[in-house]
């Protein structure tokens, strides 16, 4: 998710106190409700304001600090918006398992989601029976392709080859993580278009350039989604902000639509290529009469996997080869499991169970560097507890995903990179369940599992190819984040070697 970056280059003095003036004034005549989770009250603006920008630009102990403060469920005000965050496992564990009844609401009341669901509500920001029809249709999809199987290894395999190839013709130090999203943006163009893009091809860059222009704007929680328009208006940056992501959506959605416009004049009901064709058929079978199978629930739900699969992903496959160069021993380590275990065959998917220390390795990785330290924001429409604090409807709940795989109830000196720790003394695969890189609860992230054989098979067959060093040994990256919605890898190059 988005949080605002460095304010005071957005707004000057003036339009400051304005927006403070009323916004104060506001809060004085409305009380809020009593016995919520402590935390910033609603009048400290600048508190709040504070807290979101230094959460979004990555300020270590932000959050330590607060949890320090307050306790492990805190509350900060967005505006008049009512933000409940929830760290550590056990609480993450019963607000979206245990009372996962009232808390899997979407808080599709925000100004910022509303934005964002004007053509449709897809899965992610859709509730109820809605959401469940259409989650199930994109996970029939994902199985009709293979996801988890043989068949749909070959497409990933076409990918690394296609990276091997790129490496291998441009043998100097590089940024990895483009090479990375062309790959995983054609595994998403396979599964929902039936297609893929050479990566010298225009189409793929243009489609990558949109999705990172998106990717890069506010989500559906900003503080700037409660401004007047009139305010916002005053403020050039923001409204800048505005207006690209406007356009960039709109670039995604003349896409989007021209790939099911060419599947609409080719649909055959005997030859279900792809996800297009397969809610072509589901709509088709409703007669036009389920206001479920709309043309902007297939748009958000296509955008969602796109953000998902190929954004999420890709910077997760980041982390991994950047934790390659900078612990070679444990690179190493993986290439000789691999060898022993495989050989010089390609590794398959039916491998994993074998390679215990690169699934212990993948597992440390998602740990250390989650993406995804908040998930979408979850909400409840009626009022609730939990753990003995009140939460008022239409609050939005924030579970810190973070906190629960470096709780160290959970993990034993969970800052430090230690593959090991999933392995017991036999040399088994131990799981641990405050791992929840991918969310947990029915909201869990319905991509996992490709996610899960994509991060596998790509480091897996790429280590065996190539060992990966550092772009010159002495450039210690230090694990430095990029501010964003995502937990990302600051930029960083590597140089590949093919193995002999």
Known sequence: ME????????????????????????????????????????????????????????????????????????????????????????NIYQALVKQADVFSDRPTWLPGAKEMTKFGKGIGLNDGETSRVLRLLALQALCDNGVGRTSFEEKIFEEIDAISEALLEKQESREFKHLLTCALNNVINSIVFGVRFEYKDPKIHDLIGTLDKIFSLPSILSPFDFLPKCVIRRIPKVHKMRTDKTEAIAELQAFVYSQIKEHEDTYDTSNIRDFVDLYIKVSKEENGTNDVFTRGNLFQIISELYFGGSETTSASM???????????????????????????????????????????????????????????????KCNATLNGHF????????????????????????????????????????????????????????????????????????????????????????????????????????????RK
């Open 318 to 380: 980041d982390w991994v080869f950047l934790y390659m160069i900078e612990y070679p021993d444990v690179q190493t380590k993986c290439q000789a499991e691999i060898q022993k275990v495989c050989g010089d065959k390609p590794i398959l998917y039916a491998d994993r169970s074998k390679l215990k220390y690169v699934q212990a390795t993948l597992l440390e990785i998602q740990r250390c560097a989650n993406v995804a330290s908040f998930p979408l924001p979850h909400g409840n």
């Open 3 to 90: 949080y605002t970056s460095k304010l005071t280059d957005l707004i000057n003095l003036p339009v400051m106190l304005i927006i403070l003036a009323v916004v104060l004034i506001y809060l004085v005549f409305l009380s809020g409700p009593k016995n919520i989770p402590p935390g910033i009250p609603k009048w400290n603006l600048l508190a709040s304001i504070s807290f979101f920008m230094k959460l979004g630009q990555r300020h270590e102990g932000t959050m330590q600090k607060m949890r320090t403060k307050y306790g492990d469920i805190f509350s900060v005000y967005m505006g008049p918006q009512l933000v409940v965050i929830v760290t550590g496992y056990d």
């Open 391 to 498: 939460i008022p409807e239409n609050t939005v709940i924030l579970p810190h995903l973070e906190s629960s795989n470096l709780d160290s109830k959970y993990w034993d000196n969970p800052k430090e990179f230690q593959p090991e720790r999933f392995l017991d003394e036999s040399g088994k695969l131990v799981a641990n369940p405050a791992l929840i890189p991918f969310s947990v609860g029915p909201r869990v992230c319905p991509g996992d599992a490709l996610a899960k054989m994509e991060l596998f098979l790509i480091l897996t067959n790429l280590v065996q190819r190539f060992t990966f060093y550092r772009e010159r040994e002495d450039m210690h990256h230090g694990f430095k984040r990029r501010d964003g919605r995502t937990l990302q890898a600051a930029p960083y190059k590597l140089r590949a070697v093919q």
